[in-house]
């Protein structure tokens, strides 16, 4: 099984630019991603289906609740100046093993649609890669406050939802 969060939701928006909200588009791929999943046989569990918050205690707990085999939490990324980054970054508990394999399995796909791959980093101290007891990955799909990411996302979004559920796809089925 694996597990589909979509990042923020409810009070918390995540990101903001010029009216679009970060956790809009979040949920708007995971249902994408996981819908490609469950046509590929895949079972699916989804933190979120509608606008809500959960904490990210909470998406972990859950996670581990209904023992996913991998967690993929979906997000978009943002910085300090408007149009200052470009492009999709995964991050990960530790790049070794399964985890970093799924994210490098995503990005890659990613770069394919025509996002600039910014690699796969490290960040220990996400709440949803070091409580979840699963392979997890959060993948930032393009800056939010990047007008070229937001373009690319728009104009090729089936493409990026499927490009993510391939790359979790490849890392499932190399795996069984």
């Known amino acids: 099984m694996v597990v589909i969060d979509a990042g923020h939701g409810g009070s918390n928006p995540g990101a903001v630019y010029q009216g679009r909200q970060e956790k809009d588009d979040a949920l708007a791929l ?3 991603v996981g819908r490609i999943l469950e046509e590929n046989g895949v079972e699916v569990y989804y933190t979120r289906t509608t606008d809500i918050y959960e904490s990210p205690q909470q998406k972990a707990q859950e996670a581990n609740a209904v023992q996913g085999d991998y967690f993929v939490s979906i997000h978009r990324n943002s910085s300090p100046y408007p149009n200052q980054y470009t492009g999709i970054e995964s991050l990960v508990y530790n790049h070794y093993g399964e985890a970093g394999r799924l994210a490098e ?3 890659a796909r990613l770069e394919q649609v025509g996002y600039e791959n910014q ?3 490290e960040r220990p101290d996400l709440v949803v890669l070091n409580q979840t007891q699963m392979p997890s990955v959060l993948v930032e799909v393009g800056f939010i406050n990047t007008d070229a990411d937001n373009h690319l996302l728009d104009e090729r979004f089936q493409e990026t939802a ?3 559920a391939e790359g979790i796809l490849a890392t499932v089925w190399s795996a069984a």
Do not use: E
């Open 105 to 107: 399995n995503i990005n």
């Open 119 to 121: 690699g796969v980093n």
């Open 30 to 32: 995971a249902l994408a």
């Open 162 to 164: 499927r490009a993510i």
